[in-house]
Every structure is written in structure tokens, then in C-alpha cells.
């Protein structure tokens, strides 16, 4: 076809086009809406352009919504690795089109503001743009996720997006209850009241000063749930009675934090993740659920106020989790006193190729925990060991718990030390109803959050018919068997 031919063939197809009649246009506009509500906010606002009727249905579709997410699966409608999405030109796309949806957006209201993506001072004035609309529309769930992926020596000032409280006006009613903040600088103005109506507040990858914590303590009468992950600045926390309505506190690899101490007469959870700083409960009457992962050190070092004197600090304590470097019993105290109201226990331990049988260990916490319902053992890293009980240590760990319903081991290699194990527990524990083998290697991530590294397959398939085929003779028939 020459040249001539086609461009008279386009024409004529552009020609059909014109008067062909827009049907999708037609319909009603709530079915239009239901088409726009399952479109990424891109692909949403991107139809603006079709024209002036899909423009007034944009327009009037994101009046119905009082929530913003403007991430990167909400942008772009899957979600691509760090390494991808903070590139300079895909940093642009995206505060083009966030910037897009904000002009179309024109509720009176925004309950929910939600911007994740990896920006730091250098689009600062985007960012304000953007905290300033939400601000001015009384947001009530504010979170900035800005990660910047860096590990602590990369967190510096001039790198981290510098929170504006100044654009919270301080002669209005405060409006903001959940705030949460992902590799930014808070610094809080003085007499600064716009954030007293918060109920939970998260902190991550934030430089603030301890100062700055002490006075939202102080000052946010209503805050119920506090979290702070990799905040370098606090070395020293004390919580004393300062927070009458704090019910969960997590705190977790703050890296230079030295002590804390904590008065907090509605606590129910706490959890700490870290190296194991100086703690002490001085007053926790509700506490139920405590969790304390130390990522170095071992059980005889990091842990001995947990293991000295958390059940007496905490005698309502009905939940505990807790994690060892390494399983060997000499890294216990000679006894660990009782946990009159312990239900459920969870430790995580690491494996030693020399760490001997494991059922000294685990007796220790068992006698420990009279009462004690559920037991999850979780195994990580390592290889198994093969060296089983002696004669003498297996006489000092009999004795009957009858309580115990439910225990799960998980990181189970069917190795002599695991088999035995596993026999031992069937026999003390009176009131077993289900052991539960997980073949996984499972991580706790923090906030109830739990992770697991799966085996090969093949291998995954041979090591559940051998665990199958090693404990099924072990186990008495009242006992449910759960290979997972």
C-alpha cells in the first residue's frame, strides 16, 4: 500500500470513529462509578482526559471518598521493589499523578491520608503540598511511609523528610488520632497541642528527641497504642503514669536504648525487640501479653531480669514470648520462678551443633509454667543436633504438667534430639490433645507478625513422611498428630 493509499485509509477510519457512539459513556453514572472503583487512582484519574463527561466522573467519584491512598499499589496497581521505585523518574511519575488525584479529589473531608513512597527532604515541597491538604481537610489517620530502606548509618538529617507541624493550626479543634511516620524528623514546636487528640502513634526510621517523646507522653492524654522501630535518638524511656489511657507499647531495634522503665496502669501488651536494655516494671497491673526478643547476646545475659523477675513484676502475665541465641540449659538460671497465670508460651531459640539435648531446656520453662495451656517452640538457624539426654538429666526434667493442651514445634528436622524431644513432651504433658511438626523455619517480625523460610519441596515432601513415619508410633492415640 503507498503512502497515499494509507493516509487516505486513515482518514476514513478516523471518519467511522467520529460517528461511532460512545455506549460506555452512556450508562448510568453509578455503574460508571463501579467501573472507575476498580481501577488503580492512575488509571482512575487518567480517564479525566477522555473527556469532559469521564472528567466530571472522576470528579465526582473521588467526592465519594473520604480516604486517599497514594501508594505505589494504589498509583500503579502492583507493587515493584525499593530498588525500582526510588529511581529518579519513577519518583517524578509518581508526585505527577498523586498531584493529579489531589486536584480531582473534592471532598470536604479526608478521614484517611495515606502516601507511601520513597521520598525524602529533596521533595519536601510535595510533600507539604500534600500534609498541608490533608491538614486543612482535619485528617484523622495521617501515614507518611516514606522508607528510604537505609540501615542507621544512612539515617541523617539531610536525607529524612522533616515533618511540618507548623501546618497544623493550633487554634483549631485537634482532629488527628492515628499518626504514623516512616523515616522522617519530628520535632515539635513549643506548647505544640495539635496532636493531643492522637490514640496511636508510630514512629519508624524517625529522628526525635527524647525530649520530644516526653512530651507527647505528657501532653496526648488520649494515646492508646505506641510504637517506635529505629529511632537512634532515644537512649532512656520512662514511662511514668504519664499516659493513663497507653494500653500497647512496642519498641523495637532503637539501637542506643539504654533503659526503660515503665509505670502504666491500663498496659495490656508490651514488646521489645533488641539488644536488652536495662527493664523494669515498676507498675503494669493489666499487663497480659509480654513479648522480649533479643537479637544478641543469650539467655544468661540478656535475660535475666525477664526470666528473674518478670513473674513477679507481672504475676497476671498470660502470654509471654521470648527468644534464646542458643538452647543450652547452662545458659539458665539453677530455677526460674513460677508463673502463677502463664497460658501461653512461645519461645524462639536459636540451634549449636554443641548445645546438647533439648529437653533440659525446655523442662525448665515447663516447671516454670504450671498452668501453662499452649507451647510453641520455634527452631532457627543452625543445624541439629545429635547428641541425646543423658540418663542423669532426663531424671532431674520428669515430672507431669497437667495443663498443657497444644504444643507446635516448628524448625523440626527429625533429628535424635527433636525425636526425643517431641516423645518427652507426650509423656509429662497429662492433658496433650494436639501436637502440631512444622518442617518451617519460622521468624517473628514483630506486632504478631510471623514469617517463615519453606525447604525444597522434594526434600520438604521426604521430611514430612519421615516425621510422620518417626513420631506416629511415639504418639498415644489421644494425642492428635498435626504435620504441617
Same mark, same amino acid.
Given at each position: 500500500?503507498?503512502i497515499?493509499?494509507?493516509i ?34 492512575k ?65 470536604q ?14 521533595? +519536601? ?62 520535632r ?56 493513663p ?17 515503665i ?26 501479653? +509480654? ?26 502475665l ?48 515447663l516447671? +516454670? ?72 523455619v ?43
Amino acid at each position: 500500500m503507498s503512502i497515499k493509499s494509507a493516509i487516505v485509509e486513515g482518514e476514513r477510519l478516523l471518519e467511522k470513529l467520529e460517528i461511532m457512539e460512545d455506549k460506555i459513556s452512556e450508562m448510568p453514572e453509578q455503574i460508571l462509578h463501579s467501573i472507575l472503583s476498580v481501577l488503580t487512582l492512575k488509571e482512575a484519574t487518567a480517564t479525566s482526559i477522555l473527556s469532559k463527561r469521564w472528567k466530571d466522573l472522576v470528579s465526582s467519584f473521588m467526592a465519594l471518598t473520604s480516604t486517599l491512598n497514594l501508594d505505589v499499589e494504589n498509583m500503579i496497581g502492583y507493587e515493584y521493589g525499593k530498588e525500582f521505585w526510588a529511581k529518579g523518574n519513577q519518583r517524578f511519575e509518581f508526585v505527577r499523578w498523586a498531584d493529579k488525584i489531589l486536584q480531582l479529589h473534592q471532598h470536604q473531608k479526608v478521614d484517611v491520608f495515606r502516601v507511601q513512597f520513597c521520598l525524602g527532604q529533596g521533595s +519536601a515541597c510535595h510533600l507539604d503540598r500534600w500534609t498541608a491538604y490533608a491538614a486543612e481537610k482535619r485528617v484523622q489517620e495521617l501515614e507518611l511511609d516514606l522508607d528510604l530502606d537505609m540501615s542507621l548509618k544512612y539515617l541523617l538529617e539531610n536525607n529524612l523528610y522533616d515533618f511540618p507541624c507548623w501546618l497544623f493550626r493550633q487554634d483549631r479543634e485537634p482532629h488527628i488520632k492515628h499518626l504514623f511516620l516512616n523515616s522522617c524528623i519530628l520535632r515539635l514546636p513549643p506548647d505544640f497541642s495539635a496532636f493531643s487528640s492522637l490514640s496511636v502513634l508510630s514512629l519508624e526510621n524517625v529522628l526525635i528527641s527524647e525530649e520530644d517523646i516526653l512530651y507527647i507522653l505528657s501532653n496526648c492524654l488520649l494515646l492508646e497504642s505506641l510504637t517506635m522501630r529505629n529511632c537512634p535518638s532515644i537512649v532512656s524511656l520512662k514511662i511514668d503514669g504519664l499516659c493513663p489511657q497507653l494500653k500497647h507499647l512496642c519498641i523495637s531495634r532503637c539501637h542506643h536504648l539504654k533503659n526503660i522503665e515503665i509505670v502504666a496502669i491500663k498496659l495490656l501488651s508490651f514488646e521489645y525487640i533488641g539488644t536488652m536494655p536495662n527493664l523494669s516494671f515498676k507498675f503494669v497491673p493489666q499487663l497480659v501479653t +509480654a513479648c522480649i526478643f533479643t537479637r544478641q547476646g543469650n539467655l544468661s545475659s540478656d535475660m535475666t531480669y525477664p526470666l528473674d523477675r518478670l513473674s513477679c513484676d507481672i504475676p497476671q502475665l498470660e502470654t509471654l514470648l521470648l527468644s534464646s541465641s542458643t538452647m543450652k540449659e547452662n545458659m539458665l538460671p539453677p530455677k526460674l520462678s513460677t508463673f502463677t497465670n502463664l497460658k501461653k508460651l512461645v519461645l524462639m531459640a536459636g540451634r549449636s551443633s554443641n548445645r546438647g539435648s533439648l529437653i533440659p531446656f525446655t523442662a525448665t520453662f515447663l516447671k +516454670a509454667s504450671p498452668f501453662l495451656q499452649k507451647f510453641m517452640l520455634h527452631l532457627v538457624a543452625g543445624s541439629p543436633c545429635k547428641e541425646v539426654i543423658t540418663e542423669i538429666q532426663l531424671c532431674s526434667s520428669e515430672f507431669s504438667h497437667n495443663q498443657l493442651k497444644e504444643v507446635q514445634i516448628s524448625g523440626f528436622r527429625c533429628s535424635p534430639d527433636e525425636i526425643e524431644l517431641a516423645s518427652y513432651i507426650v509423656r509429662i504433658a497429662m492433658a496433650l490433645e494436639k501436637l502440631i511438626i512444622d518442617p518451617k523455619v519460622t521468624y517473628y517480625e514483630g506486632k504478631g507478625k510471623w514469617n517463615f523460610t519453606d525447604v525444597n519441596k522434594i526434600w520438604s515432601k521426604c521430611l514430612r513422611e519421615n516425621i510422620c513415619k518417626s513420631l506416629s508410633r511415639l504418639i498415644p492415640p489421644h494425642v492428635k498428630l498435626i504435620i504441617l
